[in-house]
């Protein structure tokens, strides 16, 4: 556990700092309408067209009220008054949806399919036919009336909008559910809004005039087009952390309360997402103004330089690692789950690959235990069974005779390919390292507990019983998937280990321990790395190409492709000490 008298010194508001655009941002409703005014003046024309575009989730109505009633006399179109009704949508959308509660299929739409073309053609007859004044065109599609003379686009961050959808201020776009379990609205933004708003976003962000950051309902922010663009480029070629969020859970425990300075009288926090730029958000800093904007942003727009030539050809514009915290450490055991395999979830899903996966200890208890494998002698079908009886609420699921429990240590690695049966037990802190489908978790038993919600927390039975790999027994998970470390390099101050992932899974992992500079180079792939032993590092480049970047203990930072070599020392009160980092890339 962690030492009373520790202070934290974990950074929960990580920036990348935009050289050269210092005045490219403002922030306040009255300066933002200000600046757009005068961009629209600037082009001394008898008609401009402002196109606002949104990313599901935005407030409109804030939009409408605190904006645009700044503008004074205009004309107003709404693009979503084209959408097609919601009972048309449902029958488009009805096999990606699904009845389950947790997982859809992946969707191909892109937005105009949302939309009446008969409709949208009237709306862009509208916006020809008026000959003076100021017409502002707003919505999720906005673009897809007209380009506009002025373009802003209206962003959110996906943590924000789940926020709001367990607050019941949202719905799913074009649907009345406010009211509905969040699981299935999450699952509807997961698997088909969020594919379809980043296509279409995609296309909006290199030519955009303005992003608007609506994370903070009366405190946005705007910057103009071509700083957002410089900054993206800027962190796809630095070192960069994005901002980490934290939830609570039914298994959550108290560690993360202390090292990375959160609520002390909060109940718990289960999770952290450190590092997946899928749902995580990015800081950009504009002088004195901060815009928050989707880390997939810049997964987005500048792939190549963030990923290298060959895991964008591998992967396209998708981040495929992730680093993420568990903490039971005063907490429970996680469910007992399975992942799927490549084959189930490409069919089943539509996704590309699997979570495979790892747990790094970053510290536990005397007592702490991983749960991994299946136990040698038993037959599948008695566990299956077992299993269904504890599904029904008829009995407890017997782990002790089915599933394998080894003891676990601070600094121990534990490898999880898809279809291992596992879970962390109580007293642990997990650094997980996985493949990013992170939705795709087959929960087999949670130990008779509900969830936050007071409901029963899903079990996917069936699904899992098709992809558990009974063959990874006692004595195989043994020798393959515990404390596979094993010695690459070594010199003075200095040693390099592999500690894993298993053959099966994309990922290699190399732990350091160093008290002198190390020199590392990505070798034009992504490398992701955590700071698992030390107070402080500091990342520096060989030929000044960044400004130095200081990380600290269980921070998870990002260096990307285009970095290439790198030094890591020990800084500030590590200095002359020996400390640890874990990195983790895309096997080529």
């Excluded at 394998?404 to 291992?420: E, V, W, Y």
Aim: hydrophobic fraction near 40%; charged fraction near 25%; glycine fraction near 6%.
């Amino acid at each position: 556990m962690i030492n009373p008298n520790y202070v934290s010194n974990y950074d929960k508001f990580p920036e990348v700092r935009v050289a050269g655009h210092d005045g490219a941002a403002c922030q306040g409703w009255d300066d933002i309408a200000q600046r757009l005014q005068n961009a629209l003046a600037n082009l001394q024309k008898e008609k401009v067209v402002l196109v606002i575009d949104c990313y599901h989730g935005v407030d409109q109505n804030e939009l409408r009220q605190s904006l645009l009633e700044q503008f004074g006399s205009l004309h107003l179109i709404d693009v979503e008054q084209a959408r097609w009704p919601e009972k048309r949508v449902l029958e488009m959308l009805d096999r990606f949806i699904t009845d389950d509660r947790v997982f859809g299929v992946r969707a191909p739409h892109k937005l105009v399919e949302f939309f009446d073309p008969d409709h949208l053609a009237r709306l862009q007859a509208e916006v020809e036919t008026i000959n003076s004044g100021l017409v502002v065109v707003i919505g999720t599609g906005a673009s897809l009336v007209c380009e506009g003379d002025v373009r802003v686009y209206a962003d959110l961050a996906r943590w924000e909008i789940q926020q709001r959808l367990r607050r019941k201020e949202i719905g799913n776009w074009g649907a009345d559910n406010e009211h509905e379990d969040i699981l299935r609205q999450y699952k509807r933004a997961f698997f088909i809004e969020w594919r379809v708003f980043d296509r279409h976003k995609l296309t909006q962000i290199p030519t955009i005039d303005f992003l608007l950051d609506t994370n903070r309902k009366g405190e946005p922010a705007l910057v103009e087009g071509h700083a957002l663009r410089a900054g993206l480029h800027q962190a796809a070629r630095q070192p960069l952390r994005v901002v980490p969020f934290f939830d609570p859970g039914v298994w959550g425990g108290q560690w993360m309360k202390e090292v990375c300075d959160l609520d002390p009288t909060a109940d718990n926090y289960a999770w952290c997402f450190d590092c997946v730029p899928e749902e995580n958000s990015l800081y950009l800093r504009f002088g004195t103004v901060r815009v928050e904007i989707p880390s997939q942003n810049l997964v987005l727009c500048e792939p190549k330089a963030l990923l290298g030539e060959q895991v964008h050809a591998r992967f396209g514009a998708e981040f495929p690692i992730r680093f993420d915290f568990l903490d039971t450490m005063g907490g429970q055991p996680l469910s007992l789950q399975v992942h799927p395999l490549t084959e189930y979830i490409q069919q089943e899903f539509g996704m590309a690959y699997t979570q495979d996966e790892s747990y790094y200890m970053l510290d536990a208890t005397p007592d702490a235990c991983v749960y991994l494998g299946t136990k040698s002698g038993i037959e599948p079908e008695d566990m299956l069974s077992d299993l269904a009886a504890a599904q029904r609420g008829e009995k407890s699921f017997d782990d002790e005779r089915f599933v394998n429990r080894f003891p676990a240590r601070k600094h121990d690695h534990f490898l999880i390919p898809a279809g291992t049966v596992h879970c962390s037990g109580a007293g642990s802190m997990v650094l997980e390292i996985s493949a990013t489908p992170y939705i795709f978790t087959f929960k087999l038993w949670d130990w008779d507990r509900l969830g936050l919600d007071g409901l029963p927390r899903p079990i996917h039975l069936e699904h899992g019983r098709q992809v558990i790999q009974w063959e990874r027994d006692t004595q195989w998970t043994k020798q393959n998937l515990v404390n596979r470390i094993e010695l690459i390099a070594e010199g003075e101050g200095w040693r390099e280990e592999r500690t894993g992932l298993h053959e099966r899974e994309f990922i290699e992992t190399r732990r350091h321990w160093f008290s002198v500079p190390v020199e590392h180079d990505t070798h034009g792939t992504v490398q992701v790395l955590n700071l698992i032993e030390g107070r402080e590092a500091t990342v520096e480049s060989l030929d000044q190409a960044f400004e130095p970047f200081v990380v600290h203990y269980a921070e998870t930072f990002i260096i990307p492709a285009s970095v290439g070599r790198y030094r890591i020392r020990p800084s500030g009160e590590s200095q002359n000490h020996t400390i640890a980092t874990i990195k983790a890339y895309v096997r080529t």
